[in-house]
């Protein structure tokens, strides 16, 4: 059935530096891609839409400078945390609509760990 | 705005127990979509359900059963004999018709103890 893949699933990196997460639609395209952020035990936020060929869409009070997001194809889009802080620490989930399956389900992929120190 | 609130934050119940987890929603909307992840120690969401505001029925799939209430705006999960592999936070979430950004519920953590 329908993927979502993300990649790394953990990764530790240095303040200052950027990192990048890989979400990918395996077995489908996706026009739209969405990301998420989850704190420690706590819900999870929608932080941007990722539209396959044209600017993200950010959600109010999320940085757009520090986050990019660039949906380069139909089956690829990826996050830049850019500049990380401690603070950027967190778990990022992607997700994304296959428009053929059945019920058109949404798919989340395994999500990916950032650890920043 | 779309809200969800799962007001049971923890719920820990002894193997072979029946336990429902309660999810009430908030919309404007007149059509719209509600969901419920499973989301295991690993992180990973795993979809268990989406159920359209038109249909009522409720819906079982094995040990799992949903009850959608609109007159109550209530998504309700049941887990028909629990076992420990059903150990996970448990998220309900809605979304609009045609949209498919999630509003998330804060969870509910299930422990089933062996």
């Known amino acids: 059935g329908a993927v979502v893949s993300q990649h790394p699933s953990r990764v530790i990196c240095k303040s200052g530096t950027s990192v990048k997460i890989e979400c990918r639609s395996l077995?489908?395209?996706?026009?739209?891609m969405f990301w998420y952020r989850q704190f420690p035990k706590k819900s999870l936020m929608l932080m941007a839409t990722s539209n396959e060929g044209s600017k993200a869409t950010y959600e109010q009070g999320v940085e757009k400078d520090k986050f990019l997001i660039n949906h380069a194809s139909l089956t690829l889009s990826t996050l830049t945390v850019t500049s990380a802080h401690p603070e950027d620490s967190s778990f990022y989930i992607c997700?994304?609509?296959?428009?053929?399956?059945?019920?058109?389900?949404?798919?989340f992929g395994e999500g990916s760990w950032l650890t920043v120190v | 705005a779309q809200k969800v609130t799962q007001a049971q934050t923890e719920i820990s119940v002894v193997e072979k127990e029946d336990v429902t987890l309660d999810c009430v929603y908030e919309t404007r909307d007149t059509t719209y979509y509600l969901f419920w992840y499973k989301q295991p120690p690993s992180g990973e969401l795993v979809f268990l359900i989406r159920?359209?505001?038109?249909?009522?029925q409720n819906e079982i799939s094995g040990r799992y059963s949903w009850n959608f209430q609109k007159s109550t705006s209530s998504f309700n999960f049941t887990i028909t004999a629990s076992q420990v592999v059903d150990s996970a936070v448990y998220f309900c979430?809605?979304?609009?018709?045609?949209?498919?950004?999630?509003?998330f519920g804060t969870g509910t953590r299930l422990t089933i103890i062996p």
């Open positions: 997700s994304a609509r296959d428009l053929t399956g059945p019920g058109n389900t949404i798919y």
């Open positions: 979430a809605i979304s609009n018709f045609g949209n498919e950004k999630l509003t």
């Open positions: 077995d489908f395209q996706a026009t739209t």
């Open positions: 159920r359209n505001s038109f249909d009522e």
